[in-house]
């Protein structure tokens, strides 16, 4: 009988064992080794997220000097526009002034 004791005892250790392994141990390696993957994860992505953030805001002063000349090329349209109007009436007074002397030259 003493012998079906030590088996049931041994039996119960590796089944204590078990649970132990399965409550405790492995969720405890599995926490160790996700830690460790999300450390390595940051150092290799910490990089990449800095020179992110340097391209927006590269992109973004971009964006701003190319609205800038936007601007520009809108305001050079329009005073060139105005420019072509003055000139336009300047050689309308000119053509104006032509006909009268060649009328009195008549």
């Not at 936007?70 to 005073?79: F, G, L, P, Q």
């Amino acid at each position: 009988m003493p012998e079906n004791n030590q088996n049931l005892t041994q039996q119960q250790f590796k089944e204590g064992l078990a649970e132990f392994t399965d409550e405790v141990l492995l969720p405890a390696v599995e926490k160790i080794i996700d830690d460790k993957l999300e450390e390595k994860l940051e150092e290799k992505i910490a990089p990449i997220h800095q020179r992110l953030n340097a391209i927006e805001e590269e992109l973004a002063d971009i964006k701003q000097r190319l609205d800038r000349i936007d601007k520009r090329s809108d305001e050079d349209v329009t005073a060139t526009y105005q420019e072509i109007a003055k000139l336009k009436q300047r050689v309308c007074e000119l053509e104006n002034q032509v006909k009268m002397l060649k009328a009195e030259s008549a």
